[in-house]
Nanobody, 127 residues
């Protein structure tokens, strides 16, 4: 049974930093690309970052470029999202997701690229 478990969310002030973690089990982690999605109240879920299977390629939505960094440790079956210079508009539930095999420039941000999802962790940024 595949499980993705996010952790590291919380409440903080604008300008602060958080690191989210997503621990995966039940799958061959190195065979999966990983994505981080978020969903704010009243908004559609969007992919903010993704990382290829072997960490050589990363993707970011424009609104987080230069502030967020996605990384992975295949030995620990864990993907991370380092979030710096947080803004109130970053407030959302953050989800990690796993996609088998290759992701590319036209697929990394699509929900249907990903087969497995975590339960989400809340990030709240106050102004």
């Amino acid at each position: 049974q595949v499980q993705l478990v996010e952790s590291g969310g919380g409440l903080l002030q604008a300008g602060g930093s958080l690191r989210l973690s997503c621990a995966a089990s039940g799958l061959t982690f190195s065979g999966y690309a990983m994505g981080w999605f978020r969903q704010a109240p009243g908004k559609e879920r969007e992919c903010v970052a993704a990382i290829a299977r072997h960490a050589g390629i990363t993707y970011y939505v424009d609104s987080v470029k230069g502030r967020f960094t996605v990384s992975r440790d295949n030995a620990k079956n864990t993907v991370y999202l380092q979030m710096n210079s947080l803004k109130p508009e970053d407030t959302a539930v953050y989800y990690c997701a796993a996609a088998p095999g290759f992701i590319g420039t036209s697929t990394w941000f699509r929900e249907n690229t990903y087969d497995y999802w975590g339960q989400g962790t809340q990030v709240t940024v106050s102004s």
